[in-house]
Nanobody, 124 residues
Framework: QVQLVESGGGLVQAGDSLRLSCTAS????????MGWFRQAPGKERDVVAA????????YYADSVKGRFTISRDNAKNTMYLQMNSLKPDDTAVYYC?????????????????WGQGTQVTVSS
C-alpha cells in the first residue's frame, strides 16, 4: 500500500502559478502510475494529468494542456503538478492518486489510493 499527502494549494489570482506536490510513503513509489484529479463543488472528480511509473509517458486533460506540467521524482517519492496561467475555472480541490497499473489511467475508478486533497482557488 501507499499513503499520499498533497501540498501546495492556495489562493491565487488569475494568471498566477502554483506547484502542487504529492509525497508518497513506502519504498515502491516508482512502481505506481500516478495521477492528479480535481473536483469542483457539485461536479465530478475529473482527471487533470497522469504519469507513468517511469515518468516517460504523460496525459493531460484538454483544459490544461500547455498550462500544466506533471512530473515525478522517484528518488524523492514525490509527484508534482506545475500549474501556470491559472484561471478561475481551475478552482477545485486537487487530489493525487496512485495505483499499480500497466497503463496511464485517466478515470478515478481506476485508482485505489488517494490523498486527502488540497484546495486551489483562483480569483478573477
Amino acid at each position: 500500500q501507499v499513503q499520499l499527502v498533497e501540498s501546495g494549494g492556495g489562493l491565487v489570482q488569475a494568471g498566477d502559478s502554483l506547484r502542487l506536490s504529492c509525497t508518497a510513503s513506502g519504498r515502491t513509489f516508482s512502481t505506481y502510475v500516478m495521477g492528479w484529479f480535481r473536483q469542483a463543488p457539485g461536479k465530478e472528480r475529473d482527471v487533470v494529468a497522469a504519469i507513468s511509473w517511469s515518468g516517460g509517458d504523460t496525459y493531460y486533460a484538454d483544459s490544461v494542456k500547455g498550462r500544466f506540467t506533471i512530473s515525478r521524482d522517484n528518488a524523492k517519492n514525490t509527484m508534482y503538478l506545475q500549474m501556470n496561467s491559472l484561471k478561475p475555472d481551475d478552482t477545485a480541490v486537487y487530489y493525487c492518486a496512485a495505483d499499480r497499473l500497466s497503463y496511464i489511467a485517466t478515470t478515478s475508478d481506476e485508482y485505489d489510493y488517494w490523498g486527502q486533497g488540497t484546495q486551489v482557488t483562483v480569483s478573477s
